[in-house]
Structure formats: structure tokens, C-alpha cells
């Protein structure tokens, strides 16, 4: 508990010496880190500084933190809305404020939870249920932009031309696109095309099946 040195102090009142009037001494007090003034009463202690209660203040919107959530940087005492404000990176997506605890970081970049989603399709990345990355998290960052597994593969050109999957091994190259080999079928008969083919709404078509 704060103590204070209390000395008798006399003074007339109505006409005669009153020798019980009293008043408090502060030489003993903590010093405001502030103002340099004595501290009578309350006082908030933040490490080994003190301070007056109305001298305990965001450094740049002066709202009082005694009673208020706040974060310390560089010497200098912030709410947490203005550090937010001043030292948080925006979300590259939407270029609004986001804070550590809820940004998704990728490629040096942060998001937001739901602005973590596919450049092309919008779909949102993250695995179901979850607001961060765990675990194998299915998605692609190239030239800063976020795709999901369907676009990046259509983007890239990885994509059959007959079934929109993934091409794996051998395939065919033909009419501008990337074909299975088993999916390389006549428009009209459905049957593989092996041999010449004529080109149909950019689908192959047997001659014989060609109907012009």
C-alpha cells in the first residue's frame, strides 16, 4: 500500500491557531513518466515506469488505457485499434486491416480467413471447416495469385480437353488443347480418334462421320 509522511500544519482559523489541520507530504511518491510530476492517489505501473492514471494514453489517438486493452512498441503505449492500424498489413485481397491472429500468410502475402480463395473461381482455399492452413492445404500461389487445384490446371493447360482432369502420361496434342488418349473421341460416334479427324466446334470427327 502506498504510504505518505503527513506533518502538522498550523494556520488561524477564526481567530485562533488550529494545530490539527493536516496535509499530506508526497516527496515519497512514484514519478509520472509523463510529466515528471509527483503522483497523488492512483497510478498505473507498467514495468519500472508510472504514471497518472489520465497521463496513461494511446500515443496517437490519446484514449485512456488504464481500463482499456493495449500493446507497448518502441517506448511508446498504443490501444490496440491504432497499432492495428499503424504496424498490421493489410489483406493483400481486400487491402483492409488484419491482425496476426487472423491472417493467412502465403508467399509473404496475408489474407483474411474468407478473402483466402481462388483468383478465378472464388471458391474459398482453406480446408473445409478450418480459418488457417493445416496440413496439406490444396491450392497454388503463382505470380501472387491464388488458384485452387481446377483452375490452376485449366490455367496451365493441364487439363484433358474431353474430361477437364488432370493430364497424367502420354496424351494427345490437337486442336489448340491437351487430350487423354481415351478421351480423344468423335463428337458424332463417340468412338477413339486414331487417324485424320476433321474439326467440329473443337471437337474431333471421324470423315465418315462428318456431316459438314
Given at each position: 500500500?502506498?504510504?505518505?509522511?503527513?506533518?502538522?500544519?498550523?494556520?488561524r482559523?477564526?481567530?485562533?491557531m488550529?494545530p490539527f489541520l493536516?496535509?499530506?507530504d508526497?516527496?515519497?511518491?512514484p514519478?509520472?513518466?509523463?510529466?515528471?510530476?509527483r503522483?497523488?492517489?492512483?497510478f498505473?505501473?507498467?514495468g519500472?515506469r508510472?504514471?497518472?492514471?489520465?497521463?496513461?494514453?494511446?500515443?496517437k489517438?490519446?484514449?485512456?488505457?488504464?481500463?482499456?486493452?493495449?500493446?507497448?512498441?518502441d517506448?511508446?503505449?498504443?490501444?490496440n485499434?491504432?497499432?492495428?492500424?499503424?504496424?498490421s498489413?493489410n489483406?493483400?485481397?481486400?487491402?483492409?486491416?488484419i491482425?496476426?491472429?487472423e491472417?493467412?500468410?502465403v508467399?509473404?502475402?496475408?489474407y483474411?480467413?474468407t478473402c483466402?480463395?481462388c483468383?478465378?473461381?472464388?471458391?474459398?482455399?482453406?480446408?473445409?471447416?478450418?480459418?488457417?492452413l493445416?496440413?496439406?492445404a490444396n491450392f497454388?500461389n503463382?505470380?501472387?495469385?491464388?488458384?485452387?487445384?481446377k483452375?490452376?490446371?485449366e490455367?496451365e493447360?493441364?487439363?484433358?480437353?474431353?474430361?477437364?482432369?488432370?493430364?497424367?502420361?502420354?496424351y494427345?496434342n490437337?486442336?489448340g488443347?491437351?487430350w487423354?488418349?481415351e478421351?480423344?473421341?468423335c463428337k458424332n460416334?463417340?468412338?477413339r480418334?486414331?487417324?485424320?479427324?476433321?474439326?467440329?466446334?473443337g471437337?474431333?470427327?471421324?470423315?465418315?462421320?462428318?456431316t459438314?
Open positions: 500500500r502506498q504510504m505518505c509522511i503527513r506533518d502538522r500544519y498550523q494556520r482559523v477564526h481567530g485562533y488550529d493536516l496535509i499530506t508526497y516527496r515519497d511518491n514519478i509520472c513518466s509523463v510529466c515528471n510530476g503522483i497523488k492517489g492512483e498505473v505501473k507498467l519500472d508510472t504514471f497518472h492514471n489520465e497521463h496513461f494514453t494511446c500515443c489517438c490519446a484514449k485512456l488505457l488504464a481500463q482499456n486493452p493495449h500493446k507497448e512498441k517506448g511508446k503505449l498504443w490501444c485499434n491504432c497499432f492495428n492500424l499503424t504496424y498489413p489483406c493483400k485481397k481486400c487491402g483492409q486491416m491482425t496476426e491472429a491472417a493467412v500468410e508467399g509473404g502475402f496475408r483474411h480467413a483466402f480463395s483468383s478465378v473461381c472464388s471458391n474459398n482455399l482453406l480446408p473445409e471447416g478450418k480459418l488457417s493445416v496440413g496439406d497454388f503463382k505470380d501472387d495469385k491464388l488458384y485452387c487445384q483452375c490452376h490446371t490455367a493447360g493441364l487439363a484433358c480437353g474431353g474430361c477437364g482432369k488432370v493430364l497424367e502420361g502420354p494427345a490437337a486442336l488443347k491437351k487423354h488418349p478421351c480423344f473421341t460416334c463417340n468412338q480418334v486414331t487417324g485424320a479427324f476433321a474439326n467440329s466446334e471437337r474431333p470427327v471421324h470423315p465418315e462421320c462428318w459438314g
